[in-house]
């Protein structure tokens, strides 16, 4: 699926031109294969800016000459690696890659982050540098599955851990918009990961937050089993960050799992080489349909600006794939729609809020005049004693 053509489809009125700053020194094969898939995704782009920040020194080897106009590089001088603690380093590190990144868009000089470095660290330089959206309690990171139908949303996949029913409220609002708005997806169903599909099955956050689900105006289906998900039975499935990040790993790593066997498969002699021959057409759409490489990433939900955080693991290929979807999330300017949704819930809410208090004061005048007769006070209830 081609999620830049998707989102200039719906957004019209979409800025001509946005600037991605990519996190060149973050990935497991930085800064080679990010500065070659950034670059080669960007030369086919020229109207998209491209801003590769890192250490000028080490990612001048791999520029190929002079860059095009709308290239450009902003020297970072440090980077922040696996293995450091993440907000700490965050912190200590001002001129660490991800946090230029993230110092450009809250200047208004970029309007995207792409990174493949520690998602830790990216999670908190969003949050230090740009911060949570008005009336979101904690970011969320959502990923595209693949289904049978088509993908779907999963979040929480990692961004933040013990989340609340009101957390998961929040998560299932910023995935709908996210489907709706870069997905193309018409009035997106939400549901709820949890241990069984029965109502009032789960954790206490999520009994929470089905309440929270049905009172509001997204279309809730309920709850989804993990054997579930690749049935498609929604759009938008929600969960805790551990969950999640243990689901979206479960099935990376079951994907693989499968394509080795049926390497293994197909070399065995003497018929397996044949056997492949005849099926390889089938085996060609079936590696197509769980190429996750094209879903670009993950992008972070609730912060002010567009953050899509993508494999560490990520060489050139999909390195390119992310770019193209940051720039379409900053196209689709999915921060400012969700923000809008938030108040209005957070509007409706409050009326609800002022609606209880109403009829719980109505309630207790109904209790005072139905059980004993109202004394007058002051002088005139002296005088009536």
Not at 21 to 26: K, N, Q, S, Y
Not at 199 to 213: F, S
Not at 315 to 323: D, E, L, Q, S, T
Request: hydrophobic share 45%.
């Amino acid at each position: 699926m081609d999620l830049a053509t998707v989102a200039r489809g719906l957004e019209p009125d979409a800025p001509a031109r946005v600037t991605v700053a990519v996190d060149a020194m973050g990935g497991d094969h930085a800064p080679e294969e990010v500065v070659l898939g950034a670059l080669d995704w960007a030369r086919q782009h020229p109207e998209t800016d491209l801003v590769l920040v890192g250490d000028d020194a080490r990612i001048a080897p791999y520029l190929g000459g002079p860059l095009p106009a709308h290239i450009t590089i902003h020297h970072a001088a440090e980077s922040v690696t696996m293995d450091e603690h993440p907000a700490a380093a965050v912190r200590r590190k001002r001129d660490a890659s991800i946090n230029v990144c993230m110092r450009l868009v809250r200047e208004g000089r970029a309007h995207a982050v792409v990174t493949a470095g520690h998602t830790g660290a990216a999670v908190a330089a969003a949050i230090l540098y740009l911060g949570r959206l008005p009336g979101v309690d904690r970011p969320a990171l959502a990923v595209q599955l693949v289904s049978s139908k088509g993908p779907f949303v999963l979040l929480d996949i990692g961004a933040t851990t013990d989340s609340t029913g009101h957390n998961l409220f929040q998560y299932a609002r910023m995935g709908a918009i996210y489907s709706e708005r870069v997905l193309g997806v018409e009035r997106p169903s939400v549901a709820l990961l949890s241990i069984g599909e029965e109502a009032g099955k789960g954790e206490v956050r999520v009994q929470d937050a089905t309440e929270r689900l049905r009172a509001s105006d997204l279309r809730f289906v309920g709850n989804v089993e993990g054997k579930d998900l690749t049935n498609h039975l929604a759009d938008v499935v929600v969960c805790d960050a551990s969950v999640g990040n243990v689901t979206i790993k479960f099935f990376e790593g079951l994907s693989s799992f499968i394509f080795e066997l049926l390497r293994a498969e197909f070399r065995r002699p003497p018929w397996g080489p044949l056997g492949y021959a005849f099926m390889r057409p089938g085996i060609e759409r079936i590696r197509d349909t769980f190429d996750y490489e094209r879903l670009g990433g993950a992008p972070l939900l609730g912060v002010k600006g567009t953050v899509l955080i993508t494999h560490g693991r990520a060489k050139r290929r999909m390195i390119g794939f992310a770019v193209a979807v940051g720039a379409a999330a900053a196209r689709a300017r999915i921060p400012e729609r969700i923000a809008a949704a938030l108040a209005a819930d957070a509007r409706t809410e409050e009326q609800v809020d002022l609606a209880a208090e109403a009829t719980a004061e109505e309630s207790d005048d109904d209790g005072r005049g139905a059980g004993e007769v109202a004394r007058p006070s002051g002088a005139g209830a002296a005088e009536a004693s």
